[in-house]
């Protein structure tokens, strides 16, 4: 249903775009967000955004450094990383939040992908 990808083994520094197709919803009303969970630690908000019109939220962690994007052609959500470090080494997962709000909530999200694995090295 949600198929990410783009995730690797880079070096602090470095940057990584996943990929999210979210194919087979009728997504007009929908908010797409970005998800991690670094080993022993709980799931963390990472960014959203709405499909409708593109309004993009970010967590404090990783602002400046990380975007989300979305294109509707490719039914495809992109979270584009830049200047890596070890704290972000995570699995991360995109996820479907029909509700239009909680953008942050992950209890607001009931459609994950698998994850993928970001692993970043000092």
């Known amino acids: 249903q949600l198929q990410a990808s783009g995730g690797g083994l880079v070096q602090a520094g470095a940057s990584l775009r996943l990929s999210c197709l979210v194919a087979d919803y009728a997504f007009a009303n929908y908010i797409m967000g970005w998800f991690r969970q670094a080993q022993g630690k709980e799931r963390e908000f990472v960014a959203a955004?709405?499909?409708?019109?593109?309004?993009?939220y970010y967590a404090d962690s990783v602002k400046g450094r990380f975007a989300i994007s979305r294109d509707a052609a490719q039914s495809t959500v992109y979270l584009q990383m830049n200047d890596l470090n070890p704290d972000d080494t995570a699995v991360y997962y995109c996820?479907?939040?029909?509700?239009?709000?909680?953008?942050?909530?992950?209890?607001?999200?009931?459609?994950w992908g698998q994850g993928t694995q970001v692993t970043v090295s000092s």
């Open positions: 955004i709405t499909w409708r019109n593109g309004r993009k």
């Open positions: 996820a479907v939040n029909s509700r239009g709000e909680l953008y942050d909530a992950s209890e607001a999200y009931a459609i």
